[in-house]
């Protein structure tokens, strides 16, 4: 890899879990276009011009391909914007044919939808982790060789590796049932490898864990937040929506959640000054 101190700054935005509908609410409550439409908007009116949005999955609620569509015309409109491409990787939610169809322009097939591409000399690896039909993921054996073969050769700024399905347990006992299986195979694939973050979904919460050393950051949702405080054994959602922000400099990695709301700040300072205590 480039020396860290020759290795220009990358920014990822990462959204997570939109659960776009063709139409209509979520639960008969959950305006999601309107959270993506919000999301995107806060990050356009923003100073920020990150190198990738990157779409970690669950991106249609039901696989529908007017969801898909509804969803590529508005981040696509950001996309050109911010001069920032955009990945899209599925999660449980998305339908494997409609999405490539919609959001790749590629043949549908049901086969796992894994993808390279690079920011500059920064590789994502973005992986299939969902298993049709099911909510909790998997990563398949020919997906895990393709994973080392991908990663065999040092990129010059490292790599960052994508999924859906976290491969660390939740506070929220119900997603760590349908977090990814068999974590520790991932470790191993990775382990010696120049991957320098994990990026993943599927909770609806931010958090921050560790694989082999690596790591592992969740980001929130865009469709509502998922709340770690709920009774052991339930799951329960409030209205929210947030992002997240990756910074990759040097040595170090950043992950911050971003939540966007729709009121004005209560305080805004130029840039060097400090907020009265």
């Given amino acids: 890899m ?32 309107a959270n993506l439409d919000l999301v995107l908007g806060r990050i356009e009116d923003s100073e920020l011009r990150p190198d990738l949005l990157l779409l970690s999955g669950d991106l249609a609620d039901r696989g529908e391909a007017a969801a898909y569509r509804r969803l590529r015309r508005r981040v696509e409109l950001s996309s050109e914007r911010l001069g920032a491409p955009a990945l899209y990787l599925p999660g449980n939610h998305d ?33 299939d982790s969902t298993i049709p039909g099911e909510e909790g993921g998997e990563l398949e054996a020919e997906q895990l060789a393709w994973l080392c073969e991908a990663l065999a050769e040092p990129a010059p700024e490292g790599s960052v590796l994508a999924l859906h399905h976290p491969p660390v347990s939740s506070p929220i006992a119900s997603m760590s049932r349908i ?39 969740l980001s929130p949702a865009t ?10 054994g ?18 170090s990695v950043l992950a911050s959640a971003v939540v966007v709301a729709g009121e ?4 805004e300072l130029p840039v060097g000054s400090m907020p009265e205590r």
């Fill in 179 to 217: 977090a990814l299986q068999h974590p520790e195979q991932l470790g191993e694939a990775i382990a010696g490898s120049d991957v320098r973050v994990i990026l993943a979904g599927h909770n609806h919460h931010a958090m921050a864990g560790t694989l082999r050393g690596i790591l592992v950051w």
């Fill in 95 to 127: 339908d494997r044919p409609t999405f490539r169809a919609e959001l790749l322009d590629e043949t549908p097939s049901t086969a796992p939808i894994d993808q390279v591409t690079w920011c500059g000399g920064l590789r994502m690896v973005a992986m």
């Fill in 234 to 251: 339930s799951f329960r959602g409030y209205p929210g929506m947030a992002c997240s922000r990756v910074d990759i400099e040097g040595d």
């Fill in 264 to 267: 004005e700040p209560i305080v």
């Fill in 223 to 232: 469709s509502y937040r998922a709340d770690p405080l709920a009774p052991e």
């Fill in 2 to 33: 480039t020396a860290a101190a020759d290795r220009p700054r990358r920014t990822i935005v990462q959204l997570s879990d939109v659960h776009l509908l063709a139409e209509g609410l979520q639960h008969g409550a959950v305006d999601n276009f």
